[in-house]
């Protein structure tokens, strides 16, 4: 979410005359995009802005903004810690960027605005790919949340949830299709709730249509909340063809008295329940979920449950943290807080489990052909001599696996021209931990409706 609002920032930017640099030492202006969810992340936002201060001592005239999360959680104590900073803006204030630099531009005073309102404002329009064809594009559906569960931020810094409007939505992928782009993952806090509020049609219904756009191959989604997981949506993924076979269904623990205390509202049997009917209209369909280890009052028969829930599942991949107090959120306040060795072990147990459960699944895929969206190429690095080696493609399966393919002329030669935005079957002939390695099927690429040609780095 927040690439996807930086993206957005840079289009808001754009009329004002500011373009892109990857140089901080070229930028006129640097803004820092903040997340908030875990502690990690906020220290660091404030060890980045020390380094950025020093650029600012050399070059006063350097605008040092601060946006996202944490500009939301902190407001003014940011300038507190931080006094080089020129600007705070929150994460309902990206629309009113523009005003808020010109507010700074002529007064030259440090500009605050973590206003919230009940909904965002965003620039228009897509932000188009630049430079090379980007096969893959995140579009924003919705804002917020209204769930509360007790370890979250979410609610408080990005506000309650809100929906934008389905014909905005559609028109913004179709721009991004118009140029080149072949997948979206549409991105919610919990898209499963999409239109309730402003009575819009709901999502299953909005996928109907994202999937009608010709040009678009692919369509995926996160985050999905389990208790909302309609069977009509479950039923999409046996309808719809451009509907990716992955769920990320994030259930957190696998033990009752902690999903209570988390707020979660649903019991694991109830989450197993979907993941059963999910796997009865897509048998092969990759699940993947987010534990927390070590929330307040996980006992040991509450952390062998979450195993257990695990092993049941099977999970195609897992992203485990351990639990960490933050602002607001309520759990802070809970008691019967975990030792941290105690966090450490579980998150190491969780961690190993999954990885030999993720090898498993991943190599009963060898032998089998699996379709591929080549996204990128690049030179392999050679371990040892900080060299590179023959070249390698790399895409995606439907089921979000990632698949390296070798670039020589007698592999590609089997399959054709191989470009980023290309559908092609791929048989896998090696499996690892994170990712699947394999040969482009001589049975024939398919030509995806995108630009071809461009970005050609075949070897
Ligand atoms: S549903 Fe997700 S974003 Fe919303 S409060 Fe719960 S964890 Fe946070």
Redesign the pocket.
Known sequence: MNAYDSDKIALGLDPLGYRLTDSPDKADMIIVNTCAIREKAVQKVFSYLGRVAGLKQIRPDLIIGVGGCVAQQEGDRILKRAPYVDLVFGTHAIGRLPSLLSRLEKKRQQVVDVEMGSRIQEPDGAVIPRGETEVSRFVTIMH??????T?????YV?GR?SSRQPEHILAEIQDLVDNGVREVMLLG??VNSYGKKEGLPDFTSLLEKINDIKGLDRIRFT?S?PKDLSESLIGAFGRLDKLCRHIHL?V?SGADPILKR???NYTSTQYLDKINQLRRVCPDMAITS?IIVGFPGETKRDFDATIALIETVGYDGLFAFKYSDRPNAPATQFSEKVAEHDKDQRLQKVLELQEAITLARNRSLVGQTQEVLVESYRLKPVSGNGGVGAGQWTGRTSTNKIVHMPADEAAQGQAGDIDPGLLIPVLIKKAFAHSLWGLPDGSGARTASGPKGENSHAA
């Open positions: 917020g949340c209204d769930n509360f569960c370890y979250c931020v979410v609610p990005r949830e806090q919990n985050t909340h994030p957190q988390m707020n979660r987010d």
